[in-house]
């Protein structure tokens, strides 16, 4: 069931310019919202929130916002700046997440121990995203809420991150890349035995043998980023988001 919107928060907030449009394709209950609220100076780039309307489906054309559509937005909390920056996926640090690829890329230069520690750094990023996200759920609760339930939907949003953090940052990159390495070592393994490659010098081999296979590892992961990402979202939407989402609604349905 949808949280109401209250005057206070959108007092707050204050919302402004809103305009929508009904996204039927991908869920009946969708509507796409663009808008623009305080710090619009600082930050040029617009707003979009995704709503879910428990109650009605969205017309085919909403122009504007109006006193029946407001109470209806699910997912904004009094208070919260529409303008926040997620701080491990809206900044710099986003990168450490990519740790581990460039690892596998330059693997025959710093080793296996290199590698780890790439693991490692792209591991600490997961797990401070988590601990990030469950304390951004955490501040979202109204004072209302019950502790139990408040600790149910802080760890259930820790844990969701870290899971999809696990497979799109670390798990299938990481993967990805290590085999595409190694794809371009065996490519070159098989040149080096050709007529082709007749007369090269062994410190020409040496080199290409070192930097032909990670420049091409390197290449590769620009490429792999949004496939992933979206590849792990559907499934997250379709398998793993309704399980949460019915066992927080039975867990929290037996202290209402």
């Known amino acids: 069931m949808s949280r109401p919107f209250s005057t206070p928060s959108l007092s707050k907030l204050a919302i402004r310019d809103i305009k929508c449009q009904s996204l039927t ?8 919202c663009t808008f623009s609220g305080p ?3 600082d930050r040029s780039k617009r707003q979009k929130i995704l709503f879910a309307f428990a109650e009605k489906s969205p ?17 904004l909390v009094e208070g919260e700046s529409v303008d926040q920056v997620d701080l491990f996926r809206e900044t710099p640090l986003r990168y450490l997440g990519y740790a581990n690829e460039v690892g596998e890329a330059f693997r025959v230069f710093i080793g296996p121990g290199g590698v780890l520690g790439s693991y ?10 988590s601990v990030y996200q469950g304390i951004k759920k955490a501040k979202e609760q109204p004072d209302e809420v019950p502790e139990n339930i408040r600790n149910a939907r802080v ?3 820790g844990m969701e991150s870290l899971v999809w953090q696990s497979f799109a940052s670390v798990i299938l990159p990481g993967f990805t890349i290590n085999r595409s390495v190694a794809l371009a070592h065996f490519f070159l393994l098989h040149l080096y035995k050709s007529p082709l490659w007749d007369g090269v010098s062994p410190d020409i081999t040496t080199r290409v043998d070192h930097w032909g296979p990670t420049l091409f590892g390197l290449a590769v992961i620009p490429l792999i980023v949004r496939p992933i990402d979206s590849s792990v979202e559907k499934a997250f939407q379709k398998y793993v988001r309704p399980s949460i989402d019915e066992f927080l ?8």
């Open 25 to 32: 394709g991908r869920s009946p209950n969708a509507v796409l």
């Open 39 to 41: 710090g619009q100076q």
């Open 59 to 75: 017309s085919e054309d909403i122009a504007g916002v109006s006193e029946e559509l407001l109470p209806a937005i699910d997912g």
């Open 120 to 129: 490692m750094v792209a591991s600490g990023y997961v797990v401070s995203d």
């Open 155 to 157: 760890i259930a949003a």
């Open 249 to 256: 609604k039975n867990y929290e349905a037996r202290y209402e």
